[in-house]
């Protein structure tokens, strides 16, 4: 699965991860939210629905959508 989110210029080792994932931070949109939500959904069981009131604070960092993955994966 591939994921497109305009990042082909930015290191992995330059993302910090408390760096925010949008606007100021790494620049994401809404659109790359939404690629996420779905590669998250298929690589880990963990929905994340649009209209989710956590959304902002899910979305905040790469450490708290981390966190959110871990305290919601899917057990295998």
Do not use: C, K, W
């Not at 994932?21 to 963990?46: C, H, K, N, T």
């Amino acid at each position: 699965m591939s994921v497109s989110l305009n990042l082909e210029e930015v290191a992995p080792e330059e993302i910090e991860p408390e760096d925010a994932l949008f606007r100021e931070g790494l620049g994401l949109d809404s659109i790359d939210a939404l690629e996420l939500a779905l590669a998250i959904s298929r690589a880990y069981g963990v929905q994340i629905r649009s209209d989710d009131e956590n959304n902002r604070e899910i979305f905040a960092s790469l450490r708290a959508l981390s966190a959110h993955i871990e305290a919601n994966r899917a057990t295998s």
